[in-house]
């Protein structure tokens, strides 16, 4: 039974980080129609700048926020200096961003080397908290909790502001926005920012569950694909469902399935795919 | 004048073991054939249908893997070779069944091929029982077909020729052919395709399964070539190279796919030898001719020769610009 209920702890926590990583992923998918690949990569980037700051003497949550501005600000530039370049050219972009990503991953090996590193729960979350029965690890209840906070946030920001109504304008119909008069490049800065800091904030706080490693980035990369595959692009309520349901996934079936975890994952996206292609909360496909 | 070309190009190629001096370049030649196999087979997909795949070393990894059980179950290699092509073969239908569902073509097709692709791996890496996992499976012994062996690397690079030029042909007779010319309608016009009465997915569909087919195919030669296959073999990296090929040779072109096989394959042998980041090359290169010549290495050069014979030659002369070679 409590093995059952570690499982559930384990995939919420999990489905939350997929929420993070991939909310931006599917924002810039929307948006800009191209799949970042460097999104693993920011995740990864994420994990690595915080170790090396709180080594430096940095506390927790100011590394979280301070590396998650550092891979904002590089995701910034790489939209600026290169994918602003082949506007227009989606599979040059998708090509650089894949190109990117390999780069970032061999700098990354150089510079922190093959082995894992870890970064240490932070102080006030060690240990377990008791509910009922059962004790479960504070630290990985926080995370749900604050990839249910992020979701609200970002469910306010995308529904309840000017720059979300833009936004949703933008992955509507960006011709149409342009014409109204919103600047869809600078949304695309925005929201290539936005989703990068997401994406190295989660690498962050999910650095004291999984650690930062080399390969990291290409582990996160396809459960992101999958979760976007599954609930729909451009849509945040899609995000959060399929994040849960790849969490559940992948734990319970690396628990029951150690050998074919990958495929018990690929299993629901087929369904999707056959039965809904557009995803489960995607708009019919343009 | 270009059939003496051609056969001239052949004479060089047949005679290489002769004149390469050393096992060493004469691998490195069974290399390039065997990967121009591959890329020939996803420059199918890419080139002339206009969808990029980031998951053939899936493909590649069946053929190999499944060859690599057979053989070592006691099979045939006749009866391995069959079979494996046979299960790639079927791989290719689910994957491009479920690739082309996506969003009907573009960028929802790399999405799913990637993901594709990264299950494929993860099955290679997990599932221990079947594939042994991170250490691989190792072959005993190449095959003597009409009773030549292959042991030797001047022998294997022969077989591989033949291989290799059976791909090429094949890949021309489909671009020739009214096929071919259905199959640049759907990359380049889909819905006049449609509305003029083609069914575009079936042809797309056809299309991933001859470039399935060829994957497999270079599967078995790079099984054959190494002896040895491991999950590397599927990894990302691997399909990423394999359309670095295609796309630094000039995707869509017939000899696009040979010339960028040949160039990465150099490259990550003489790199490898003076640097250990080879992936950071690997991504600078993709980066860089992405932005500077994004039609790749043969049209760019073209398309560079003839912007200098133009400066030279100060008449009016058609724009040349964004234009794909006629061929």
């Known amino acids: 039974m409590s093995l059952w ?34 999104h693993g990569s920011f995740f990864m980037l994420g994990g690595y700048f915080a170790a090396s700051l709180i080594e430096w003497g940095l506390g927790f949550w100011p590394a979280a926020l301070v590396s998650g501005l550092l891979v904002a600000a590089l995701g910034g530039v790489v939209e600026r200096l290169v994918l602003r370049r082949l506007a227009g050219a989606e599979l040059a972009q998708v090509l650089v961003t894949l190109g990117l990503s390999f780069m970032i991953a061999d700098v990354c090996l150089k510079v922190w080397t093959g ?29 749900s909790l604050v990839a249910v906070g992020f979701a609200a946030a970002l469910w306010l920001l995308m529904d309840r502001t000017r720059l979300g109504a833009m936004i949703r304008a933008g992955v509507d119909d960006p011709d149409m926005a342009r014409v109204a008069g919103i ?25 004291p569950i999984l650690s930062v490693y080399p390969g990291l980035d290409q582990e996160m990369l396809p459960l992101a694909l999958v979760v976007v595959i599954l ?56 | 004048m270009r059939r003496l070309a051609l056969a001239a190009a052949l004479a060089v190629l047949a005679a290489l073991p002769l004149w390469a001096g050393g096992t060493f370049y004469i691998n490195i030649g069974s290399q390039i054939l065997l990967y121009a196999v591959f890329a020939l087979g996803i420059n199918i997909l890419v080139g ?30 006749l009866v391995a070779v069959a079979l494996a092509l046979a299960l790639t073969l079927a791989a290719a239908a689910l994957f491009a069944t479920l690739a082309l569902r996506g969003s009907g073509s573009g960028i929802g097709f790399v999405m799913i091929t990637l993901a594709i692709g990264q299950i494929v791996w993860g099955v290679a890496y997990r599932w221990i029982s079947i594939t042994n996992g991170d250490n691989g499976i190792s072959i005993g012994a190449r095959p003597s077909p009409l009773g030549l062996s ?18 090429l042909g094949s890949v021309a007779i489909l671009v020739a052919s009214p096929f071919g010319a259905s199959l640049r309608g759907t990359r380049d016009q889909p819905r006049r395709m449609a509305a003029l009465g083609y069914h575009v997915w079936m042809i797309r569909f056809l299309a991933f399964l001859l470039s399935g087919l060829w994957s497999g195919v270079a599967g078995l030669l790079f099984l054959y070539y190494n002896q040895f296959v491991s999950p590397q073999a599927v990894a990302l990296t691997a399909s990423a190279e394999a359309l670095l090929m295609v796309i630094s040779g ?23 030898a003076y640097i250990e980041r080879w992936n950071f090359v690997l991504g600078a290169i993709f980066v860089a001719i992405v932005v500077f010549m994004p039609e790749g290495l043969v049209p760019g050069a073209a398309r560079l020769w003839r912007r200098a014979i133009l400066q030279w030659t100060p008449r009016p002369s058609v724009a040349a610009s964004g234009e794909r070679p006629a061929r």
Not at chain 1, 10 to 22: D, K, Q, R
Not at chain 1, 120 to 140: I, N
Request: one cysteine or more; hydrophobic letters at 55%; proline letters at 4%.
């Open chain 1, 5 to 38: 209920l570690v499982l559930a702890v384990n995939s919420v926590t999990l489905g939350g980080l997929l929420f993070l990583l991939s909310a931006g992923f599917s924002l810039i998918f929307g948006l800009m129609r191209i799949p970042n690949l460097t």
């Open chain 2, 250 to 272: 000039g995707s869509g072109t017939l000899l696009g796919p040979v010339v960028g096989a040949a160039l990465v394959v150099v490259m990550k042998n003489v790199a490898s």
């Open chain 1, 231 to 286: 609930g729909g692009s451009g849509s945040l309520l899609g995000s959060l469902v399929g994040s849960f349901v790849v969490g559940f996934l992948y734990n319970f079936g690396q628990a029951m399935f150690p050998e074919l975890a990958y495929v018990v994952l690929f299993l629901p996206m087929l369904l999707v795919l056959v039965v809904r292609p557009q995803g489960l909360f995607g708009r019919t496909a343009v």
């Open chain 2, 150 to 167: 292959l042991a030797s690397p001047a022998h294997f690079y022969w077989a591989t020729l033949v291989v290799f030029l059976a791909a």
């Open chain 1, 115 to 143: 082995d894992p590193v870890r970064i240490d729960t932070p102080r006030g979350l060690q240990g377990v908290t008791t509910v009922g029965s059962f004790a479960f690890p504070t630290y990985r209840l926080a995370i």
């Open chain 2, 48 to 77: 002339y249908a206009g969808l990029v795949s980031l998951g053939h070393a899936g493909l590649l990894g069946i053929a190999a893997y499944t060859a690599a059980r057979l053989l070592n179950g006691g099979h045939g290699h």
């Open chain 1, 183 to 207: 600047r869809v490049s600078r949304l695309f800065t925005i929201v290539f920012c936005l989703g990068a800091w997401l994406a190295g904030f989660a690498g962050v706080i999910g650095g």
